[in-house]
């Protein structure tokens, strides 16, 4: 029998999963449970990632993890453990599918609008690197991170799910009219993917315009693939279109481990109270089945949870007032009594053809780091972001005695707004600026020409930190200021 790795959270975690369990349990679901010890309290008892060794040992064995909600302690300095799970095992794509549940009333569902959309958002990436500086007393920095192997790993996930789902639509969301780089770079590896995938509609769109139609529009969509930030934020405006956090499923996708939760939180203000709603881990435990290719199983149990929300049963959060609230373990019941039922004419099938196979793309060992076809690089220039109270005039004044014969200083910001050689008196100044040097004729530079000009500097300047301005082959790949 297949055996997987089942954590029960903490807060209304172990409620909810020993629900979905006893489902599981007299579904016949052909799966060994290994419960392993991650969450709060295994912070609380000194293990800094949140998750004992042996924990690891055994989801690293068995490949799927089958998680309830898991608080990160605030103040102790440690990172989420939903966080560090997802990026420890690469798990690169989150899929989130937000379908109507007949029995969930919404404005949506009223208004006769369906809605079946799948979010798949980057997972490891983006600012949720989490690489943040304060490199004055009053600037804070985050870096954002976006790679081609990344963004290539998720979009090609994205393509092949919709391929699977017989997607009407796959739209990429970005922000690349603003971060051009960073977005820019994503969008670029949608649009190359695209070319592989004839047979869908594949577009774009700018996330804010997304969210505008997402409430106006929400059964135009199908597939959305995203970065993580803003994947992060999408995910939770479409889980609020289908009747909120308690009805969102989620699956993280890796080559090697896959994790299987809800989207929702701990939600520590009725935990114990054996209210809450197990129905977003269900239908997470449902992918899980998919996943794993007990399809028989995962559609009886859906067939029946289908039912159950049709019959009106529901739990506090949800459903008809007129109709009194079960609790968590009455709800579980209300769906094992229902084994065998059909939901009517509101549901869907739901990807019963699509069989998920564990592994649906084998990545060799070390593609992340190929760069095929990568250009020639040379370096032009370099950003320093360096601690000053001073006049911008006066900065640039210091700055060119420094350039000497290689280096010509092209202009200062702040905050991301050209502040020299023009700029407006309206512009607020903070106590952190970036200056920018690049080669005089656009003669290619070595390191050690930056580090002198580095040393330099650094004799007039707390230099915080330095990014080099690089063109890779006949494309700038750096940003301009506001107003440059
Ligand atoms: P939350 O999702 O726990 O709660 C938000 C609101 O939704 C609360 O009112 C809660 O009662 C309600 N709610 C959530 N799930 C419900 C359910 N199944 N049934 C009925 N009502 C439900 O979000 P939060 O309060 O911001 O976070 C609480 C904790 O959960 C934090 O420590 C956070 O870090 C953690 N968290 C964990 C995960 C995860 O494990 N993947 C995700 C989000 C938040």
């Not at 064995?61 to 302690?73: A, N, R, S, V």
């Not at 989150?94 to 969930?104: A, P």
């Not at 200083?409 to 702040?414: D, F, G, H, M």
Request: proline residues 4%.
């Amino acid at each position: 029998m297949r055996r997987i790795a089942v954590a029960k959270g903490d807060g209304i975690g172990p409620e909810i999963m020993d629900a979905v369990l006893k489902i599981f349990y007299e579904a016949k679901v052909p799966l060994e449970y290994v419960t392993v010890d991650i969450g709060k309290w295994v912070f609380d008892k000194g293990f800094n990632t949140g998750m004992t060794p042996e924990a690891r040992q055994t989801i690293e064995t068995l490949g799927i993890l089958f998680k309830g909600p898991m608080e990160t302690p605030k103040g102790k300095g440690v990172k989420s453990i939903n966080v560090t799970a997802r990026k420890t095992w690469n798990t690169y794509a989150n899929t989130r599918t937000f379908q109507t549940l007949h029995g969930v009333d919404t404005v949506f569902s009223k208004a006769g609008i369906p809605i079946d959309i799948t979010v798949v958002r980057e997972n490891i990436e983006d600012t949720y690197g989490g690489i943040e500086h304060m490199i004055t007393n009053d600037v804070a920095i985050s870096r954002r991170i976006i790679t081609r192997p990344g963004s290539m790993q998720v979009i090609k996930y994205a393509f092949e799910m919709a391929r699977k789902k017989k997607a009407r639509r796959i739209t990429c969301a970005h922000k690349a009219n603003i971060m051009k780089i960073t977005d820019g770079l994503f969008l670029e590896v949608f649009q190359e993917v695209a070319k592989d995938y004839p047979d869908l509609k594949a577009d774009d769109v700018i996330v804010d315009d997304l969210c505008m139609k997402l409430v106006t529009k929400p059964d135009t969509f199908d597939v959305i693939v995203l970065t993580n930030l803003q994947g992060d934020i999408v995910s939770d405006l479409c889980a609020g279109l289908i009747g909120g956090l308690g009805f969102a499923p989620s699956a993280n996708i890796g080559d090697h481990i896959c994790i299987f939760e809800a989207v929702h939180g701990t939600a520590p203000d009725i935990a114990g109270k054996n209210i809450a709603n197990p129905t977003a881990l269900l239908l997470s435990g449902i992918g899980m089945l998919r996943h794993l290719g007990l399809m028989e199983s995962a559609t009886m149990i859906e067939n029946a949870l289908l039912y159950t929300l049709e019959q009106g049963v529901h739990t506090g959060d949800f459903g008809n007032k007129s109709i009194s609230a079960v609790n968590t373990t009455q709800f579980a019941e209300a769906i094992t009594s229902n084994f065998g039922k059909q939901p009517g004419q509101g549901a869907k099938p739901h990807l019963k053809d699509a069989p998920v196979t564990e592994t649906m793309f084998k990545l060799n060992e070390n593609v992340m780091l190929e760069s095929a076809n990568a250009p020639a690089e040379n370096i032009i220039g370099v950003d320093f972001f360096i601690e000053s109270d001073e006049q911008p005039v006066f900065i640039a004044n210091k700055c060119l005695r420094h350039g000497g014969v290689k280096f010509k200083l092209i202009n200062i910001s702040n905050r991301g707004t050209q502040v020299w050689p023009t700029g407006s008196v309206y512009t607020n100044l903070v106590n952190q600026y970036n200056v920018r040097f690049e080669s005089i004729d656009d003669m290619p530079l070595k390191q050690q020409d930056i580090l002198g000009l580095y040393v330099s500097l650094s004799g007039d300047f707390k230099i915080c930190s330095s990014e080099l301005l690089l063109m890779l082959g006949d494309k700038r790949a750096y940003s301009l200021a506001q107003g440059q």
